[in-house]
């Protein structure tokens, strides 16, 4: 009985050491991933800007949130240094583009859903683009909806929905730049 619980136990021994061994192989390679980042060594500093709210309803809140939690998740998850002067590898810069309240749902001839749009566009300048480094120069629009009830003012639901509407776009606008996504 104890060769059983030994021979398990060399044999999970063996297969954890070897996965380790692979592990640390393919984080050697030239491209580092992590959390399905793939960013070039050579990508080594970058610029986020402050994200200014230019849609036309202002939540004087989201853009210093939504800034505050881009930057913290591109220091959390890449080895990418943030600097704040003009000769970063990568450049981001971003604005709210929309922040719109529509109908989403109507009951007995009466609004009971309200839906709430919230449009970021973002723009990224790879600096070392000329050298065949990283991702290419480009812009793209990121939106969510996110629905609340009708019964709610929109000042009210700004206040519940805002935690996840910052965690949702900055999600999205990491995904994009970092995930090929």
């Known amino acids: 009985m104890i060769s059983v619980n030994k021979g398990i136990f060399y044999n999970y021994l063996k297969s954890t ?24 060594p050579e990508i080594k500093t970058i610029r986020i800007g402050f994200i200014e709210n230019r849609a036309r309803y202002v939540d004087p809140q989201l853009s ?4 505050d939690k881009f930057k913290q998740k591109v220091s959390s998850q890449t080895k990418l240094i943030q600097i704040t002067g003009e000769n970063a ?3 981001v810069t971003a604005y709210i583009s929309a922040y719109d309240v529509s109908t989403a749902g109507v009951s007995n001839q009466t609004a009971s859903i309200n839906r709430l749009t919230v449009s ?53 606008m990491f995904n994009r730049l970092f995930s090929n996504w």
């Open 17 to 40: 050491v070897c996965l380790l061994i692979i592990i640390m192989t393919l984080n050697a390679c030239g491209v580092y991933s992590f959390k399905d980042v793939s960013i070039p």
């Open 89 to 91: 590898d990568y450049d």
């Open 64 to 67: 210093p949130l939504l800034t």
């Open 120 to 172: 970021v566009h973002i723009a990224l300048k790879n600096r070392l683009a000329d050298q065949k480094l990283g991702t290419p120069d480009f812009e793209t629009d990121i939106t969510r909806i996110f629905d609340f009830p009708a019964s709610q003012t929109v000042n009210d639901a700004q206040a519940s929905l805002e935690p996840q509407i910052v965690s949702q776009l900055t999600d999205d």
